[in-house]
Structure formats: C-alpha cells, structure tokens
C-alpha cells in the first residue's frame, strides 16, 4: 500500500476543525501559537506551515514546546494536540482508560490501534483499567 494511501491527518483536521470553529485565519492562528512555558519565545509556529500542515503539505514532526504553543493557540489541552500528533506523526494512537475522560489516569499509546477487532481493543482497554487499579494511588 502506498505512503499516501496511509498518510494520517489526526493533527492537521484537529487543527482545522478548531481553526474554523473559532473563526480564525492561518495568520491570527500562527499568533496565538505562544508556548506558556517560554512565552518570551513568540509564535511557535508561522502562517505558512500552518496553512501547509492543514492542506497536507509535508510538515516538520512539532516539538514538545510547538505542541504547547498550537495547544495554547487553539485554546484546547496539550493532551490533545500531543495525541493528534502522536498519530499523525508517529501512527501511535492514544487509548485513555478509566472513565473515558481526559482526566483519566491511564493512557495506552499503541500503533495500528484503529485496525483492532473492536473486541481485541476491548480486551486491550481491559488489562489497561485492570493494571491501573493494581498501581499505588500515589504513583
């Protein structure tokens, strides 16, 4: 199967379903982009690979500190960004267990997840809640 045929877009429609719903352009987006652990830093990403990354252009794989930034810049948690870029950049889908909320304490991050039998991903999010409730609370 061809490259293309799998490309993954989990970031780039994350980012441009936000981009939309809050009305912004590439250019006020690529503003917001600061990083709030190192605001003196500026913008973390610019309008041109924004505009590329949501017209699935090849990107550079974003950095800890530039998923901060996009996060911020989206107004969402880093947690989703980091996911969306988890699988559109490394094909690692990110499972979170206990209560199915962001909040959750336990996060399986496996490749190919999507291609489980829905009773396989079953049995996977099972021995994830299973080992989470063996952990000491204060982990």
Known sequence: MPAEATRRTDLADLVASRKDELGLSYR????RTVDPERPDE???WTRGTLENLINGKPVKTPTPDRVRGLAAGLGLPVRL???ASRAQFHGIDSIRVEGETL???TLLMLRHYETLSPEDQLKLRKIAE????????DD
């Not at 006020?28 to 503003?31: Q, R």
């Not at 299973?130 to 609370?137: K, V």
Request: glycine share 10%.
């Open 28 to 31: 006020t987006l690529a503003s």
């Open 42 to 44: 500026g913008p973390q």
């Open 81 to 83: 960004v980091q996911d």
């Open 103 to 105: 909040d959750g304490d």
């Open 130 to 137: 299973d080992w989470s409730r063996m952990r000491p609370a």
